[in-house]
């Protein structure tokens, strides 16, 4: 074989395509990636600030390595997080049998209420919502609640802002949703953090609240792509606020999450109450000196779209937009990362809610 075309094949191995649908080709794109106007206002980095005596500037210089032995900027990185979030992050986890409770067709979507063993003897309910005609395997998506009283039942389309309603939503277009419910509800209605979390960390005291959400969303993730009308490679998130919090740590940690939609979560670790018990806890604003931005970078190549209402996340959230993309930039020079204000407040708006499907679907190469 040729010198030139051994060269070749060498670097596609190493260095695959990157091609994630047509989200380039969207409307509202090169808005969504322009700084916005203001105190904030800073233009993309072209490198990344690993510490402050490494600097880097190329995929290679990230993703490898350097020397035998070592590991990787990246690898640094995931692992400083997953050890701060304590060993229950990266516990074994077996996919759990499903008991059904309840199923129930509304609008062409059938819609099944399950519950299933999320840690030994700790029980959690979810929805399951499809489209009742499905041909060909779809998308998958996890659709992670916000803090209200009815919890999986918003994103579900039960009750509340049809804004919210991701899980029906995204039935709707074709694709199949899950919608666990988060730990800090002991049933489908009535939150008790405080309780919860105080719980949980008695039992799991080497790990934050936060790692209980991650484990949670990983075995949602797992139940989703064991799914036989679930395509596995075409797996994607959203959340808003709480669940916002939570997509942004799935999608960091597990690879086989393909798109986010991270709404109103508060970025920034002093953005919100990210130093709650039942999430980081004290530590993350005294003694653990590292933000949100690196994993936005964990998370790159793969598509991300923060949604910001001037709330929680607002242009102050721009600048991890802005420090995350040149890590996006190392794979290609058309990164899937987006930012989008539209300045109304916490709620989700229905300009919001559209970006957010076109973002899913795009994303996803999936046609409604």
């Known amino acids: 074989m040729p010198r030139i075309l051994t060269l070749t094949l060498t670097l596609l191995y190493c260095f695959p395509a990157i091609s994630f649908g047509q989200i380039h080709k969207l409307s509202w794109i090169t808005d969504a990636q322009t700084p916005p106007t203001g105190e904030f ?27 035998r032995g070592s590991r990787s900027v990246r690898q640094i990185i995931e692992q400083r997080w997953l050890d701060y979030l304590g060993p229950l992050a990266t516990q074994p986890r077996t996919l759990p049998k499903l008991e059904v409770l309840e199923r129930k067709v509304v609008d062409q979507v059938e819609r099944t209420l399950v519950k299933y063993e999320i840690l030994p003897g700790d029980f959690v309910e979810a929805y399951i919502l499809k ?5 060909t395997k779809v998308p998958g998506i996890v659709v992670l609640h916000s803090t209200v009283e009815n919890s ?7 009750d509340g802002r049809p804004e919210e309603y991701h899980g029906l939503g995204a039935a709707q277009r074709g694709m199949v949703a899950i919608v666990p419910r988060n730990y800090l509800w002991p049933t489908n209605y009535g939150i008790k953090p405080g309780e919860m979390a105080a719980d949980f960390l008695k039992k799991y005291s080497e790990s934050k609240g936060m790692a209980r959400m991650l484990y949670d969303s990983l075995v949602a993730t797992d139940i989703l792509e064991a799914m036989p009308e679930v395509d596995s490679r075409k797996l994607g998130c959203v959340g808003h606020s709480l669940g916002a919090k939570e997509v942004l740590y799935l999608a960091a940690f597990d690879k086989r999450i393909k798109a986010t939609v991270f709404s109103e979560g508060g970025i920034g670790t002093r953005f919100s109450n990210w130093d709650a018990p039942w999430y980081l806890g004290d530590s993350i604003n005294q003694s653990f000196h590292h933000d949100h931005e690196e994993l ?3 998370i790159a190549p793969r598509p991300f779209l923060l949604i910001a209402g001037d709330s929680a996340d607002g242009d102050r959230s721009w600048p991890y937009i802005a420090k995350a993309m040149a890590v996006y930039k190392f794979y290609t020079n058309k990164p899937a990362i987006a930012f989008y204000n ?27």
């Open 152 to 158: 999986i039942d918003l994103p579900a389309g039960i």
């Open 131 to 135: 489209p009742i005609k499905l041909q």
């Open 41 to 67: 206002e800073i233009a993309p980095l072209s490198h990344w600030q690993a510490n402050l005596d490494q600097v880097v500037t190329t995929r290679r210089g990230w993703e490898k390595p350097a020397s």
């Open 342 to 368: 539209h300045r109304t407040g916490h709620p989700l708006t229905k300009e919001a809610e559209k970006r957010s499907y076109q973002w899913l679907t795009e994303a996803l190469n999936h046609s409604p």
């Open 296 to 298: 936005l970078a964990l």
